[in-house]
């Protein structure tokens, strides 16, 4: 069994002209399936539209999306009442150079794989994270999209490696806490809740966006602003946020620690009842 | 014959998982090969290693790549006394997520092609370009290098789509000029020369550093500046430059028209006795 459908085809290997390959020209999406179907599909699709027409990239109709990740998902290699699905969205076949062949479709390929299934302890006690030295370029045309251009993440990374930090916040230039490598962040200070603006930089989640629309449902609203690394020792709680793991208690970054607090808690409690159901664990 | 090798071998697909595919994680460097050489090898070499330091690559050993690209060159599908050549060097085989395999090797890719010979009348006239809308982003940690991550250059490029231009300029957010979408640029005023800096954003192209390193043999300095694009009606002669097609004079952007000057012409012709022999045409 294989891992990668495109066209309904096993696939394990691209063209080398495919602007992915040369220059990373395309999209992609990260999709928790739970029960069989895909978690926040409609956010998934509308980030990657949002994406698709900041790249001029022709989106692909949202009905045969559908239909062959669950295609790919009856053919794939993972037990797919829970696991993980990527997509990724290329602007297709390529010109030498820089300038993309107007007549060529995007090509779109489905990948499924086990999903990483994180320790309950985690979600009890709270994870290590660590503050990236990467920082994110900012004011970037392609800010809030998941594109295939991700060496800042990448870079960012590679920072872990021998930390054993479950995740390494990214700053930008100036020392602004932006995001994480593959999470977006959430800090509560005086019982308010703010996540950092990611109109210069870092990628809008699909559990972010997820976090902020329940939680305004139950009155609590999510403030974006703007905290600068050197006000981490200033927050209550801190938390992580993302497609595949929920939400989870930060319990540490460095020197600083926090409590897995009540705010966090609740918000969990909130996530579980509403389809996140790792927060329930 | 093929147009792309891989350890001597045609290729013509790549492992969906390989990174550069899945996160654009590597580099690349694009070669004039004249008379069956490759020209400004070194600078070509250099740029590569500093990219490989940067991103965490092993750099590949540099008398493999030259023999390599020989083999490829020998091989491959084009004329090669006067040809192109592509190095596409690849963090290797990926894991899913951004961290690496650290066990995996770096995969290089070598592609020949057909030179595109620009039209005489463009090196005597010079040429049309662009202000691009498309900005680059500041403060990037990969300022400078060629990386795979190249979506502000097709999104820029893609401007170009109709409008007849040869080039366009790319701008930072606030507007100062950095670059050509596939070339750096060269402002004269004064009578003197001065191209921006590329610390923030930008490619540091090989041609440039062979134009600086060779004028100021010739007791020609090139100024690194900054120069806003509400500067430009201010300069007396633009050119562009790139390793390809060496150095070319530019006739206008927009309605900013300019001559084909004589530090211009002076650039060229100590450019042509110094191995572009575009400059000379």
Known sequence: MANWFCNNEPVEHVSISDRAFQYGDGLFETIAIREHKPRLWE??????????????????????LLQNLHDALRQGRAATAYCMAKIIVSSGAGLR?????????????????????????????????????????????TAGLKTLNRLEQ???????????????????????????????????????????????CGVEGVMRRHIMTTLSEHELAVDIGTLHSTDLQDVDEVFV???????????????????????????????????VVECGL
């Open 43 to 64: 956010y998934h699709v509308q980030r990657l539209a949002k994406g698709c027409a900041r790249l001029r990239i022709s989106m692909p109709d949202e009905d045969d």
């Open 241 to 275: 946020a993302n497609s595949q793991f929920g939400v989870m208690p930060v319990k540490s970054c460095g020197d600083l620690k926090w409590p897995v607090g009540g705010v966090t808690q609740k918000v969990m409690s909130i996530l579980a009842d509403n389809g």
């Open 154 to 200: 990448v870079l960012a990374r590679s920072e872990l490696t021998d930390s054993g930090a479950f995740e390494g916040l990214t700053l930008d230039a100036d020392g602004n806490v932006i995001c994480g490598t593959m999470s977006n962040v959430f800090f509560v200070a005086n019982n308010k809740i703010i996540t950092p603006s990611l109109d210069d």
């Open 97 to 141: 150079g820089y300038g993309r062949n107007v007549a060529a479709e995007p090509a779109v390929f489905f990948g499924v794989f086990e999903a990483t299934r994180q320790p309950q302890e985690f979600y009890r006690d709270g994870v290590n994270i660590v503050l990236c030295k990467t920082h994110l370029a900012t004011k970037s045309v």
